[in-house]
């Protein structure tokens, strides 16, 4: 028995958007998934003992309503699909496809035998990308897969590359915590959600002690290690996927706690003050003793939470960091966006106030 010659898969470019430059890579096409969806069961096994043999995850569907079922649990690049089936037809299948919103783009190729102008139009009118009718070659079959797949490849690289652009817009190239632009776009976010539903919400501002006596002394390198160390120490003092840590300044970090109050807050500062200060940090010019000054500050009671800004909440908490400072490094200092002032009042002039 004589077998059908499979081509092989072209090597296609993927896109990468870093930087905003379209930088096009040559990478091999990953392993692509297709769902056959035809009521023909001698149809189904042709399709699929051919479209295996050219290297596709095969899929299979007697019927429109199953073939939404196994799409709702499995994303399949390619649906191939009849026109004519008893339940849901062709058309109905993919007006319901394009109706729905997928992680993906599914490239959609109709094989029927229907082969009228009128039903071609009809098919790519439904959202169908190719029309084939049956009877066409394997070799013919194959290649428009192959466009399919090309397409799909494609999109799945764009999306991939548009997330880690949205990424990095936010993030701190260095440290991995957010930036500053992500910290007074999303703060006054957080403080909507704490409205809507009257819940607290604190932040603390903290500063490396001596941080440019170390900079100076043993290079940047050094200071870089301080840092990270520094976030990768302050994420386990938090709440994963609640709380979260933005890098605002050369050695600022603010750490936002929603659903936190001012007695909360300062649990974490002190949590995190001692964290950083029992133990020295490894670097590649040896270990160094570390310490880290911090202001707490939060909205908890109900004017506090319906008229305090996020930008009074930053001052209050500066303001006790700078407290903290005036006290002697390596404690917290806590106070409300309106005792603030009075705190740092009382610092300046000797006063031993607030925590630590």
Not at 132 to 143: F, H, M, P, R, T
């Amino acid at each position: 028995m004589q077998t059908e010659s499979v081509p092989s898969s072209p090597r296609v470019p993927i896109i990468d958007l870093s930087d905003s430059n379209i930088i096009l890579l040559t990478q091999p096409l990953a392993r692509c998934r297709v769902l056959i969806v035809d009521d023909d069961e001698l149809v189904v096994g042709h399709l699929s003992a051919l479209l295996q043999r050219a290297g596709y995850e095969v899929h299979t569907a007697g019927t429109g309503e199953e073939a939404l079922s196994i799409l709702d649990t499995m994303f399949c690049q390619i649906v191939l699909t009849d026109w004519q089936m008893p339940d849901m037809d062709g058309l109905s299948l993919c007006r319901d496809l394009r109706s729905r919103a997928r992680d993906g783009y599914i490239y959609i190729l109709m094989l029927t035998i229907r082969a009228g102008r009128s039903d071609i139009l009809a098919g790519l009118s439904a959202g169908a990308d190719d029309y084939l009718v049956k009877g066409a070659s394997s070799d013919e079959i194959l290649a428009r897969l192959e466009v399919g797949r090309r397409i799909t490849h494609l999109e799945q690289a764009l999306r991939s590359s548009n997330r880690e652009n949205r990424r990095m817009s936010i993030t701190d190239p260095l440290t991995g915590a957010r930036n500053r632009r992500c910290l007074m776009k999303y703060l006054p976010r957080e403080l909507e959600r704490s409205r809507r539903y009257q819940h607290p919400l604190a932040i603390l501002s903290c500063d490396i002690d001596h941080f440019k006596r170390i900079n100076d002394g043993f290079g940047h390198d050094v200071g870089d290690q301080i840092l990270q160390a520094f976030v990768v120490r302050s994420n386990g003092c938090i709440r994963g996927g609640v709380d979260w840590i933005a890098r605002s300044g050369g050695e600022e970090f603010v750490l936002v706690l929603p659903e936190t109050n001012l007695s909360g807050g300062s649990c974490v500062a002190e949590r995190l003050r001692k964290v950083l200060s029992g133990q020295p940090i490894a670097t590649s010019s040896g270990a160094f003793a570390v310490t880290v000054s911090i202001g707490v500050s939060a909205l908890e009671t109900e004017a506090e939470i319906n008229t305090g800004s996020a930008s009074q909440l930053l001052i209050a908490a500066d303001r006790c960091l700078y407290a903290s400072k005036k006290l002697g490094r390596d404690r917290s200092t806590a106070a409300s966006i309106e005792r603030a002032g009075a705190v740092l009042s009382d610092a300046q002039l000797g006063s031993h106030s607030g925590i630590g």
